[in-house]
């Protein structure tokens, strides 16, 4: 009678399970060195899982190479801006359901992409300036119920495709931006105002609401090296874009006393802001 070896079932379970573990970490370590050959930057987000940015050296990226990414399935932050990314290869990160930031401004990307996007259901930021996105694709983002901030600025979206979304996703943050021609820019020094309103260093939050008060002036001056954008922070605490600042240059804008203006620099990163008073205001961007 023949016998046969006693095998445990628990410790089969185990080399399974072990086995299983490797493979995986074997296939995600093959995905990451992939897509830095395609001169990706791959990092610990903050909130755990990965980053991965494309816009600093890797904006050569096409549709194929971002295939290997669907084997990295907690990435917290893609940024593919400036890359030459369709919609076509947006399709390789349906299956990112961890992912909070979405960067895609300036890519070739069209209404057809957002199919692939309904799924990410912890999406809080997503940017799609300067794309071929209209209504119809607008109308398909409303299922997102985690997103926070959508830009939306050079597109052909609509003020009634915003309105739409903006019923279904109440707290959606909606930044379509101005026309920029029509702003005239203030070139010369203006006379010391009557207060020098406090810098303060961005949390990376929107600033607190603007609440309406006395009519006043405030007078930026930029002193950076660098090009900024303002923001008045309206009611709602909503972000309303009212021109850039060219390094040194200056801007006098009206305003209401207890009002809110958020600096940023040209990609949208909160930089600092200032809270206006009754008086006229001087705002002195620092050098940062």
């Known amino acids: 009678m023949c016998r046969c070896p006693n095998i445990n079932p628990f410790g089969a379970l185990f080399l399974f399970i072990f086995s299983s573990i490797i493979w995986a970490q074997g296939k995600e370590s093959n ?8 001169g990706g930057i791959i990092s610990s987000a903050d909130s755990g899982g990965w980053r991965i940015e494309f816009h600093l050296r890797g904006r050569d990226l096409q549709d194929d190479g971002l295939e290997p990414a669907q084997d990295l399935k907690d990435v917290r932050l893609l940024n593919l801006r400036d890359t030459k990314i369709t919609s076509a290869g947006i399709k390789h990160i349906e299956g990112m359901k961890n ?15 957002i199919d692939y996007l309904t799924g990410l259901q912890q999406l809080e930021y997503l940017n799609l300036y300067s794309t071929k996105i209209t209504d119809k694709g607008l109308e398909k983002l409303k299922d997102l119920k985690n997103l926070k901030q959508l830009f939306v600025w050079q597109t052909d979206v609509t003020d009634e ?7 279904e996703l109440p707290k959606l943050n909606i930044i ?15 006379p010391r105002p ?7 260093t961005s949390t990376g939050e929107i600033p607190p609401r603007s609440i309406s008060g006395d009519n006043t002036t405030i007078i930026f001056h930029n002193q950076m090296k660098q090009k900024v954008k303002i923001y008045w922070v309206d009611y709602n605490g909503r972000l ?7 390094p040194g240059g200056y801007r006098e804008q009206n305003t209401f006393s207890k009002a809110s203006w958020l ?3 040209m990609e949208d990163a909160y930089l600092g802001y200032f809270r206006t008073s ?3 205001g001087e705002a002195l961007i620092p050098k940062i």
Request: glycine content about 4%.
């Open 31 to 38: 995905a990451i060195n992939k897509l830095k050959e395609s």
């Open 99 to 113: 992912l909070r930031r979405l960067h895609l401004e300036r890519t070739q990307i069209d209404d057809a992409c």
């Open 161 to 167: 495709g915003v309105q739409k979304l903006e019923q």
């Open 176 to 190: 379509r931006g101005v026309d920029l021609n029509k702003i005239v820019a203030q070139k010369k020094p203006h």
């Open 194 to 200: 009557s207060e020098d309103l406090k810098w303060l």
């Open 240 to 246: 309303k874009l009212y021109g850039e600042i060219a």
């Open 263 to 265: 600096v940023t620099d």
């Open 278 to 280: 009754t008086k006229v």
